[in-house]
């Protein structure tokens, strides 16, 4: 069965170092997110994009995160600048837009730990 | 704004008894759509049932349903003969508009299937 694959499932990296999460989405799927989950916490909705934008986006997505699709692919979210606050879970999902439901398939996550 | 209550933090069940988990939801859209997902301790999160609001019967997977009830705004998933795999967090989360990207998701509740 298809699946959203991500990589790297676990990453720890300093403060103020750049990282790069990237996500293989299901093949015939046209649309993309990234969402996180804090330790213990609710998953929240980071961005969606479709049609080589991003399409919505939440408060949580600021100018240090970047979403890009490079080779019709991959989708990777970039973070610039981590902060301590920014280790979490990161999920990375995607959709076809033609089920009735809509439902989003979710990858299997990136830890992330800033120290 | 769109917001997803789940009131259980956790729930402890013996191993085949049916178990209802609560979920309540807000919006002002008359259009939305409601999910339940899965999420073992391996962290990935699994896409269990879909309810549409103009859905006349609640939506039934299997064992899971969702007792839909849409003056109450609640859609509570219904688990039948609960089994040790079914131990998980579990998330509901919905999508208003209908056409909107995000999800919202509640803050989900922990089960625990004792044997």
């Known amino acids: 069965e298809p699946e959203v694959t991500q990589t790297p499932s676990h990453q720890v990296t300093q403060m103020g170092q750049e990282v790069i999460l990237r996500c293989v989405p299901i093949s015939n799927h046209l649309y993309f997110y990234w969402y996180r989950q804090i330790l213990g916490q609710k998953v929240e909705f980071l961005v969606s994009f479709y049609n080589n934008e991003i399409s919505e986006k939440s408060e949580i997505f600021d100018d240090q995160f970047s979403v890009e699709r490079p080779d019709g692919s991959n989708f990777t979210l970039k973070i610039r600048s981590t902060k301590l606050e920014d280790s979490a879970m990161y999920f990375c999902?995607?959709?076809?837009?033609?089920?009735?439901?809509?439902?989003?398939?979710f990858g299997e996550g990136s830890r992330l730990t800033v120290l | 704004a769109q917001k997803i209550t789940q009131t259980q933090p956790g729930m402890f069940v013996q191993e085949k008894e049916a178990v209802t988990l609560d979920c309540t939801y807000d919006?002002?859209?008359?259009?939305?759509?409601l999910f339940w997902y899965k999420q073992p301790s391996s962290g990935e999160m699994i896409f269990l049932i879909y309810q549409g609001s103009y859905d006349q019967q609640n939506a039934t997977e299997g064992r899971y349903s969702l007792n839909f009830q849409k003056a109450r705004k609640s859609a509570n998933l219904v688990i039948s003969a609960s089994q040790l795999g079914d131990s998980a967090m579990y998330f509901c989360a919905m999508r208003a508009p209908w056409g909107a990207q995000k999800l919202v998701f509640g803050q989900g509740t922990r089960l625990t299937i004792n044997p």
């Open positions: 919006t002002s859209d008359p259009s939305y759509g």
């Open positions: 999902a995607s959709s076809d837009g033609t089920r009735r439901s809509g439902e989003l398939f």
